[in-house]
Nanobody
Framework: QVRLQESGGGSVQAGESLRLSCVTS????????MGWYRQAPGKERELVAS???????NYADSVLGRFTINRNNPVNTVTLQMNNLKPEDTAVYYC?????????????WGQGTQVTVSS
């Protein structure tokens, strides 16, 4: 069974930084794409950043220049360095892994980690 476990969330002041990590287990293959999504109260889940072998790196406009995603392919881990955090970054952040295993699609999610930014 594939599992994704996030860590690194917390409560910070605006302008401060946090680093989220996602460690996976149970997979014998490298995921096509790994990324981070977030969901704020009353809002839909949205893409924050993703990394894939075919598409490369993708960031939401709202985090461009402040957040950096990195990935360690052999061990299927991904991190999100978040700098200059803003109150509007407050959300639950989810790690995601998706792609195709042969012709079989997969889409795995972690449980999420809370990030709270106060002004």
């Amino acid at each position: 069974q594939v599992r994704l476990q996030e860590s690194g969330g917390g409560s910070v002041q605006a302008g401060e930084s946090l680093r989220l990590s996602c460690v996976t287990s149970g997979s014998r293959f490298s995921f096509d794409s790994m990324g981070w999504y977030r969901q704020a109260p009353g809002k839909e889940r949205e893409l924050v950043a993703s990394l894939s072998s075919s598409v490369g790196t993708n960031y939401a406009d709202s985090v461009l220049g402040r957040f950096t995603i990195n990935r360690n392919n052999p061990v299927n881990t991904v991190t999100l360095q978040m700098n200059n955090l803003k109150p509007e970054d407050t959300a639950v952040y989810y790690c995601n892994a998706k792609g195709l295993y042969g012709k079989l699609p997969y889409d795995f999610w972690g449980q999420g980690t809370q990030v709270t930014v106060s002004s």
